[in-house]
């Protein structure tokens, strides 16, 4: 009788020791699920912030080929800030802009306006552009949304 005692005991102890250690084992698995999320969250983070504090490297075939372009192309981050000129912009608008806010460049309301109905909307929007400084002149203007990370 006794020792069924003592057996029963010593299962009832090693039930509640293994859910112990279970519970134990599952919160750190859910710590460690949590860090390796966090670190993701981080790396992904700072990938994106890398590449939107870059300018483009003038390396880049994609950019040999729209510096081949006769049309003036600006790129603008979501704070309007100017990330890249083609050879052609950098003629008309000079290359000194390049990280100033696109309303130093062409302060134009609607323009400012329906750039941020693109990066809203994620829609295409043609307009036209007038400018009379130093000379007039008229652009017929494609805003559309690019990758997030400019």
Known sequence: MMTLLFLSLAVIIAIVVILVSAKFI?????ARSEIRDQKQSENLNQEVQDITNENIEESDEQVKIINQID?????VDKFKNIKFFNNSAKKKFGEHNLNKHVATLLRVPDLLQNIDLVLLKKETITMDLELSSPSFQFFKVHLFSGPTSY
């Open 26 to 30: 599952k919160a750190g698995f859910d």
């Open 71 to 75: 049309d003036s192309i600006l790129i």
